[in-house]
């Protein structure tokens, strides 16, 4: 197959590219971007595919676009994914098989009326894991499938395949830059997807409920951008930076000479107080979208030994905004950037609109698509097979004659009608097993964010702040901590007392912490007179031990006197040294667990 029509249906806008079919190195002939008709699709699922159906054909027809192939790329909550670790196997392709034998153990819900599809991840190379393969599986209702079939049928389309955006946006950027961390962001009107890429490998995938529809209607609160309605604001921040690169009032003042921006326009020296006043109002709306993308980079460090993002890539909507690559740097202190190449994607710009931002999702669906398509509609593409079949029944029937052909119809209406009877048991058993199932998902979304969220509350320097704030109620105050190192799990310290009795109290009075779950003493140095006393008292039993034996006992010596008031010499004081490791006791564990 050389081209194929690759069409992306979000809110706001339908994206079409026409190009190669999974080349290695592609080419976009084709593209156009029109706008979506109101309330068309909700949640990937198409409402008004009438209205559709004529935009998308106006849009062909406008554009010279004369393939007939298909893929859509659907971005859709509904779309429910787990990420397993698979057996390794012989062959990759043996793994959806395997998959469809264990499709209970990864979802809790009657899979009947489900598509399944997958994506492998990564092939894991070291460690326990070496050879089992990271995999991602989706499964999409057949009624959100079905819209997508029936809208390209009613295009005179043939749907040869879909994608879930999520895999279309990793499978565009998965070759860029392959050294380095990159974070892609997929800016929409209402929701942002965040995609975090290293090594060919997806290692984070994030929805974020916040786009640029807070900062265009605030272009249209502002009275002296003059932008009357929501279009007209939104064609305002391509064409012109309404917005500071800094969400702080402060900074943004401090800093009206020095701003980034190298457009002598854009300076504040330029700007009166007013339009000032209203590009701050504008950037504060967008904080909420900002410190969502924050709270991703700061989870992906968390859980991957603090590794860092290296740089940022904005696609989609976002890409057109004037000024919002150089807030998200102020901000986020990433270097971040539009995406106007593809590494191994060839292209031609036809039109002011056909910026290779808007058209990642669709040129990364050609690549290497999840594949949520029913067998039905397989079977329906093979077209030459099915004309076939269809000839050789009619011939058989004018052999058989009429008679026949009733028959033969008949039981194939009788058994069609047995089947919808059954189908819509099926549907009454079940809906209530969906409805349960919907609310599960949704509280196991709510519960994963919360827990993610608590992981970034609790830092590391927690556990150090509660042990000091102990060690200062608690210690006597001649103890002498010479040296002290910390993480987040333990800590290790150098203590110097006057004697062992000393640090023996030390010792049983840390194990009392609350902020401490276990004590130990890898090394005590006894020193000055008392390890002297020590060591002569030891030689001294053995010499006696010797004498016994040999029947000799010494005469007793009386011990000197030591005069009342004399001062021992500061060279001859004895202490003790010793050394403590710990480890903390976990900051968010019961208080009565210990």
């Known amino acids: 197959m050389a081209k194929v029509l690759s069409i992306e249906i979000s809110n706001s806008l339908i994206r079409i590219c026409e190009m190669d079919y999974k080349k290695k190195n592609p080419r976009v002939y084709r593209q156009a ?117 029936k809208l390209a049928t009613l295009c005179g389309l043939r749907l040869i395949s879909l994608d879930y955006a999520g895999n279309s946006m990793f499978q565009a950027i998965k070759n860029e830059d392959t050294a380095a961390r990159i974070m892609l962001l997929k800016i929409e009107e209402t929701q942002t997807m965040v995609s975090i890429v290293k090594n060919k490998s997806l290692m984070l995938q994030r929805t974020i409920n916040y786009g640029l529809a807070e900062g265009i209607n605030e272009v249209t609160k502002q009275a002296v951008f003059n932008a009357e309605n929501y279009d007209a604001a939104w064609e305002l921040l391509k064409n012109k930076t309404c917005i500071k690169f800094n969400v702080s009032e402060t900074a943004q003042r401090n800093a009206r000479n020095t701003d980034l921006s190298t457009d002598i326009e854009t300076r504040d020296y330029d ?22 993308i924050r709270r991703v980079t700061e989870f992906y460090a968390s859980r991957n030994a603090g590794e860092e993002v290296d740089r940022i890539i904005i696609t989609g909507f976002g890409g057109a ?34 910026k290779i931002f808007n058209f990642v999702s669709c040129i990364g669906a050609t690549f290497n698509p999840v594949g949520f398509i029913s067998k039905e509609s397989k079977a329906k593409s093979k077209k030459d097979v099915d004309y076939t079949l269809w000839i050789i029944i009619v011939a058989l029937a004018v052999i058989w004659g009429s008679a026949g052909l009733v028959i033969v119809s008949y039981l194939g209406y009788n058994e069609q009608v047995k089947e919808e ?63 002290f190192s910390s993480d987040d799990k333990q800590f290790t310290m150098s203590v110097k007392v006057s004697d062992k009795e000393t640090a023996a109290g030390v010792i049983k009075t840390l194990r009392e912490f609350k902020s ?47 005069e009342d008031g004399e001062e021992e010499d500061e060279k001859d004081k004895q202490y003790v040294s010793f050394v403590i490791t710990a480890v903390y006791y976990p900051v968010n564990a019961p208080v009565d667990a210990k």
Do not use: W
């Open 33 to 149: 971007m029109v706008p979506t008709p109101p309330g068309a699709i909700s949640d990937g699922y198409l409402n008004g595919i009438d209205d559709l159906r004529t935009a998308i054909r106006r849009a062909l027809n406008d554009n010279q676009m004369k393939t007939k192939e298909v893929i859509f790329t659907i971005a859709s909550s509904k779309i429910v994914n787990r990420e397993v670790m698979l057996p390794a196997v012989k062959k990759p392709s043996m793994l959806g098989t395997m998959i469809r034998n264990n499709l209970n153990e990864y979802f809790p819900i009657d899979l009947s009326s489900y598509e399944i599809a997958h994506q492998i991840l990564e092939q894991m190379s070291d460690g326990p894991e070496a050879g089992k393969y990271r995999t991602m599986i989706m499964a999409a209702e057949k009624t959100l499938v079905d819209g997508y079939d």
């Open 271 to 292: 700007e009166s107080q007013e339009i000032r006043e209203a590009k701050i109002e504008v950037t504060k709306s967008l904080d909420p979208l900002i410190s969502a």
């Open 321 to 354: 905004m004037s000024g919002l690559a150089k807030l998200l740097t102020n901000e986020l202190g990433i270097k971040t950037q539009v995406l106007n190449r593809m590494e191994g994607v060839s292209y031609l710009v036809t039109s002011d609109d056909a």
């Open 421 to 483: 009877e059954r189908l819509k048991g099926l549907e009454s058993r079940y809906l209530k097993a969906e409805k349960t199932y919907n609310e599960y998902t949704n509280l196991e979304s709510f519960y994963t964010q919360v827990v993610e969220g608590d992981a970034m509350r609790n830092r590391p320097n927690n556990n150090i702040l509660l042990f000091l704030q102990e060690l200062e109620e608690k210690m006597p105050k001649d103890v002498v901590i010479s040296q």
């Open 516 to 562: 401490i779950m276990s004590v130990s003493t890898p090394s005590i140095t006894m020193t000055g007179e008392e390890y002297q006393t020590l060591v002569e008292a030891y030689e001294a039993k053995l010499e006696q031990e010797r004498l016994e034996a040999e029947g000799k006992l010494p005469e007793a010596t009386p011990e000197p006197e030591t």
